[in-house]
């Protein structure tokens, strides 16, 4: 079946370390993203890449890292200079930037402990 | 800064009635209004989405009203089921360039009494 993946689905960090959460789709889109979700917040824009090899800041990128190596990958790590860094984290893709349909992960949950 | 304005952040139906969940923008470039729906623990999905070109759009039980002048749109859920509990986020995007993704408004969690 092709989608989203993200894994693991709950990570648990400890203050001052650094983390990636993983972020695989098969269906060939050019286009994927990162967002933050908080309570109340809505969905907001960490990082996006519109092709393989890049990459480009969002509305939060701050104490967030990405890469995009390969089409079918782009992991997020959260650095230790990330303030706030529990939250839902979710994983989108899309055909090609500013394409239509946005296909989300199923998110994984960080908890800094 | 682009927005999109959701209301209300909570809602609550009895099984049977018609949910109404509104969303306004400021940005004219807007060309693509989806909703999304999600469960808790679970990503969001694609519901339905409009385009600017038309004012109404239906699919099955859930239907997009676009008012392209007041720049408002919003979803309605007819026979709204206890199964349509969920979050629903409205969201927009920019085709003309500069925008990041989809812009997203904040939320509406649906509750269905039974």
């Known amino acids: 079946d092709g989608g989203i993946t993200q894994s693991p689905k709950y990570l648990f960090r400890k203050e001052g370390q650094n983390v990636t959460l993983s972020c695989e789709q098969n269906l060939n889109h050019d286009a994927m993203y990162w967002y933050r979700q908080d309570p109340g917040q809505g969905l907001r824009l960490i990082y996006y890449s519109q092709i393989v090899n890049d990459f480009q800041k969002g509305d939060i990128a701050e104490g967030y890292s990405v890469s995009r190596e390969k089409k079918e990958s782009f992991p997020l790590t959260v650095t230790s200079a990330q303030k706030n860094p529990t939250a839902f984290y979710l994983c989108?893709?899309?055909?090609?930037?500013?394409?239509?349909?946005?296909?989300f992960g199923q998110g994984t949950r960080l908890t800094v402990v | 800064q682009q927005q999109v304005k959701q209301s209300p952040q909570s809602l609550i139906v009895q099984k049977g009635g018609i949910s109404i969940i509104n969303c306004a923008y400021e940005?004219?470039?807007?060309?693509?209004f989806p909703w999304y729906q999600q469960f808790p623990g679970k990503g969001p999905a694609l519901l339905i989405a409009i385009r600017p070109d038309v004012s109404e759009k239906k699919e099955g039980r859930f239907t997009i009203s676009f008012n392209k002048s007041a720049k408002q749109f919003s979803l309605h859920i007819m026979d709204s089921q206890p199964g349509d509990s969920a979050t629903y986020f409205c969201a927009a995007r920019d085709s003309g360039g500069g925008a990041d993704g989809l812009t997203f408004g904040k939320g509406t969690h649906l509750i269905i009494q039974p």
């Open positions: 940005n004219t470039a807007f060309d693509y």
């Open positions: 989108a893709s899309s055909i090609r930037y500013q394409g239509t349909e946005a296909f």
